[in-house]
């Protein structure tokens, strides 16, 4: 019955103004996951950007920095997290040049952010984004969420997109108080790993931001190389069974530079440090992912390789 | 034909159920603190509870970021009227302030589904309740939200209160002791928790009386 009503009213509305404003998005990035923990707040995501069902951009960056106090990470058009960009650094530069020694937190980030998608969403012409804004401030760690349409809410572990459905379960069963930077990263990677294997606009490059003691600025890679391909033609090689526990490379800091980027993003009272792109490592000898269609004899996808591959054998063609 | 696209929504279900109670000399307003979309939970410990006044506070379900909105137009009304008169805004005042404010988007609704719970002037328990464009109705108990359906009929059982429809009008408000109407309320949000998919978790009670606001919270179903 509402919707009903609704989309009456979206017919009224548009003919009334003739709405030329983007109503669906173009460049996509997929998900964004991120949790507190015990010095801070962790998030990760990919640097895919998808033009429908291409994956055209594989080094975005959708993990920034805002202010001293927070990361931003988005999901969705990017573009409009461009714009978004645009408007965070108007507001980090206008409490700059207040010079009050007091500086943008990320409950005030949250506020505007909040408020901004809200607005437009109220004038028909949103930012499409789901954004997710962490930060730590005098000790405080903030998480929280903000929705194309203004929806928001803090928690502590958060995910947007297919990260929702995939990556919140493994979140809500393994998230606890006070996770170390270890777990902390480890259960990332679980969730940024299960969304490699079935979101099918995620990329195997992603990004993760770090905050270190000492103003480490993320210029200052640390002679990062990614463990990837050795590894992995090894594991095959063995034929050992693996399970999720790979060494992270920024726990023992190897890793061979890869095509595969993710990027993980740490904020900590001391400061943001975003990591160079590395891959995960990737086990693809489930018995899930081989021969998928197993379990599906005489079905019609089934069925219609098995005719095709008839046809072309037939003596007609 | 043109091509049929993903249209932009501008609204969404949170889901979410408000109860309120008026006694004779405390008022009580219950919500549950899930918040939803589509079939997934965004998070479980949100708040559905805003106080508007010392003597009023508001529980509104339906889409969360105009809730949030709703409550912080009102709370910036109230502040002016604070400015301009001196004293805080009665409950009775801030139920037709609620109303307008509602109206005012009549062609672009605040998607909310509002109670308001208070003191009126002589210091007696009211609630009112409201629809999304700002009907509203003095009333001695109400339920809004997607298990509203659910509870209201256990509410017009449980409550003792006199009927509505009776003449001459008698106020609605309840028999029950502080203490009986908290009961009613857990059992009715209990019940509520098992049938809708969007109540649940955890339940915020927030009691007012003559000693102040109290707040009291109920583990629900997670399910």
Redesign the interface.
Known sequence: M?SNS?TK??TLLSSESGIQRT??PYVTGSSVVALKYKDGILMAADMGGSYGSTLRYKSLERIKPVGKHSIIGASGEISDFQEIMRYLDDQVLNDNMWDDGNSLGPKEIHSYL?RV??NR??K?D?LWNTLILGGVKKGQKFLG?V?M???????NHIATGFG??MA?PLLRAEWHENLTFEEGVTLLEKCMRVLLYRDRSAVNKFQVLLLFPINLMRLMCYGMRLLGNFLLLLRYSLREPLDYAFSSPLLNCHCFQNLDNNVIAKITEEGVTISQPYALKTFWGFKAFENPTAGAEGSWVVGWRARKRDILKSPQL | MTKQQARFEPYDFNGGTCVAIAGADYCVVAADTRMSTGYNILTRDYSKIYKLADKCMMASSGFQADVRALQKVLGAKHLIYQHQHNKQMSCPAMARLLSNTLYYKRFFPYYTFNVLAGFDEEGKGCVYTYDAVGSYEKVGYSAQGSGAKLIMPVLDNQLKSPSPLLLPAQDAVTPLSEAEAIDVVKDVFASATERDIYTGDKLEIVILNVDGIRREYAELRKD
């Not at chain 1, 349409?149 to 928690?155: L, P, T």
């Open positions: 509402e609704e009213q979206h109503q669906y909040t998608m809200y969403r109220n028909f949103p969420m929705t349409i203004g929806v928001n809410f803090e928690e929702n459905h919140q």
